[in-house]
């Protein structure tokens, strides 16, 4: 089992140094369209689905933040694409009540992007120059999240190797079992081919005793009518005299 979680590790180690993984979990500003406006949100790449995803992100952000995302606002015609916490206290944001966005799109199958945002309300959202304190804690706040995502996804790595590797141990036991049941089977079936090989030449050869047998019977066999109807013959010669 060592020897899987040093793989593992190897492997992400290479699989983070390649340029295209640089970009996951690095937060980085962007904008997310809300309301027919442009946010400034913080935004990071993270391995996973994107419903496996805005799962754990909410599940997270309630249990490090207290912070119960919802589905809410609307990004775009008829979708229902951000999950938002309307008037929560987040003191590690600000000491009064803010407003806190999220949304989680799918660049790829496995990669999901996280965007948050937040604001004090409708008409005051935060950025980089006239609410620096609050935005730079809402970056705080997206960098601890992408620092658990990413020990989840190696988690999430490790359960799923060690799910692939009790399979693969389960099927080896499976196949050693019937290798084994076969080659029982072949060597009473051999032995049983062996028995019945000795069985035909016995029978064989008691087939061409009997044979023998036979032949020397039916001569005998010959022999005693031909005596008896003599000694019929010679009974009615004796019997015409008298």
Known sequence: MQKIYLFLLALVGLFVATPAAAQ?????????????????????????KATDVRDYLQEWM?????????NGGVLGVGKNDVLMARQT???????????????????????????IFG???????????????????LRAM??????????????????EAEKKLKATEKEKERLEKEQAYLKTNTESNLARIEEL??????????????????????????????RLQRRRDRLSALDRKN
Do not use: C, H, W
């Open 62 to 70: 309630k249990s490090s933040y207290n912070v119960r995302f919802k």
């Open 197 to 226: 090989k000795r069985k035909n030449a016995d029978n064989l050869l008691q087939s061409r005793t009997d044979s023998a047998s036979q032949l020397k019977n039916a001569k005998l066999l010959d022999e005693s009518r031909l």
């Open 89 to 115: 206290p987040a003191s590690t944001v600000s000491g009064k009540l803010v407003d806190l966005y999220a949304t989680i799109v799918a660049p790829s199958d496995s990669v999901a992007e996280v965007a």
């Open 142 to 159: 997206t960098q601890n999240y992408a620092g658990a995502a990413r020990l989840k996804a190696y988690r999430d790595m490790i359960a």
């Open 24 to 48: 996951l979990y690095d937060v980085r500003p962007g904008e997310v369209n809300y309301n027919k406006k442009p946010r400034a949100a913080l935004k990071v790449q993270v391995e996973g």
């Open 119 to 137: 604001g004090f309300d409708d008409n005051t959202f935060f950025d980089p120059t006239a609410t620096k304190a609050e935005y730079d804690a």
